[in-house]
């Protein structure tokens, strides 16, 4: 893992990227419907982190821009043998970094409950009560600027 780098942007090779880890993880992993997983949003001008280990994407999160102060980082994914590695941590300060830029104050997350300590853990609060999405439990989080 000396070779690690992150992209952010909405290029063609980081939706397809970034759709090959979600497949690998949310789909054959989780079992998520494929319908589910990829959504209306996923468009061309979509933006998208994926940090690669050489030229094998292995960790993605996704960035909508809701309006010009809020945004929404989802669809946050690390390939199992990757995992415990902070790779999740890292795209997520990217897309930080890119809020930061687009001088957006709130991000908000839409997490499985499971995954709401790794949020805690950047920063994000709970707000609101927990919520089925897909069938799955989960809780939005955000985090001010």
Same mark, same amino acid.
């Given at each position: 893992?000396?070779?690690?780098?992150?992209?952010v942007g909405n290029g063609?090779?980081l939706?397809?990227?970034? $759709?090959?880890?979600?497949?690998? =993880?949310?789909?054959?992993?989780?079992s998520?419907a494929l319908?589910?997983e @990829?959504d #209306?949003? &996923?468009? $061309?001008?979509?933006i998208?982190s =994926?940090l690669?280990?050489e030229a094998?994407?292995?960790?993605t999160?996704? @960035?909508l #821009?809701? &309006?010009e102060?809020?945004?929404r980082?989802?669809?946050?994914?690390t390939?199992?043998?990757?995992r415990?590695?902070q790779?999740?941590?890292r795209?997520?300060?990217?897309?930080?970094?890119?809020?930061k830029e687009k001088?957006i104050?709130?991000?908000l997350?839409h997490?499985?409950i499971t995954a709401a300590g790794?949020?805690e853990?950047?920063?994000y609060?709970?707000?609101g009560?927990?919520?089925?999405?897909d069938?799955?439990?989960?809780?939005?989080l955000e985090?001010?600027?």
């Amino acid at each position: 893992m000396d070779n690690l780098s992150i992209e952010v942007g909405n290029g063609v090779h980081l939706r397809a990227t970034s $759709s090959y880890i979600r497949l690998q =993880v949310f789909v054959l992993e989780r079992s998520l419907a494929l319908s589910d997983e @990829f959504d #209306q949003k &996923d468009q $061309s001008d979509t933006i998208y982190s =994926v940090l690669f280990d050489e030229a094998l994407p292995v960790a993605t999160a996704r @960035f909508l #821009q809701e &309006d010009e102060r809020v945004a929404r980082i989802g669809r946050v994914a690390t390939l199992k043998d990757y995992r415990g590695k902070q790779l999740g941590s890292r795209v997520v300060n990217s897309l930080e970094a890119l809020a930061k830029e687009k001088q957006i104050e709130r991000l908000l997350i839409h997490a499985e409950i499971t995954a709401a300590g790794f949020y805690e853990g950047l920063g994000y609060c709970s707000v609101g009560k927990p919520y089925d999405e897909d069938g799955v439990p989960c809780i939005t989080l955000e985090k001010q600027f």
